[in-house]
Nanobody, 115 residues
């Protein structure tokens, strides 16, 4: 069974930085796309950033220029470097991997940005 283990969330002040990590363990099959979504209280889950197997990234409009996604294929791990954080970035961040036609989700990690 595929598991996605997230780490790196926490509390940071406006303008600060955090780095999230998500590592896959278990299961079979290569990862196609892998990335991050987030959900703030009372809002729908939205795309933050995803990266394809060829390394091509895609970002949500609100994080472009501030966040960078990268991937270590050999370890099935994806990273999200978040800079210049804003209070609107406060949310639970979920890792997602697309493997053999299915979406797998992590448990989520809380990111809180204080003003």
């Amino acid at each position: 069974q595929v598991q996605l283990v997230e780490s790196g969330g926490g509390l940071v002040q406006t303008g600060g930085s955090l780095r999230l990590s998500c590592a896959r363990s278990g299961g079979t099959g290569g990862i196609n796309t892998m990335g991050w979504y987030r959900q703030a209280p009372g809002k729908q889950r939205e795309l933050v950033a995803i990266i394809a197997v060829n390394g091509e990234p895609r970002y949500g409009d609100s994080v472009t220029g501030r966040f960078t996604i990268s991937r270590a294929k050999a370890r099935d791990t994806v990273y999200l470097q978040m800079n210049n954080l804003k209070p609107d970035d406060t949310a639970i961040y979920y890792c997602k991997a697309y493997i053999l036609g299915r979406d797998f989700w992590g448990q989520g990690t809380q990111v809180t940005v204080s003003s």
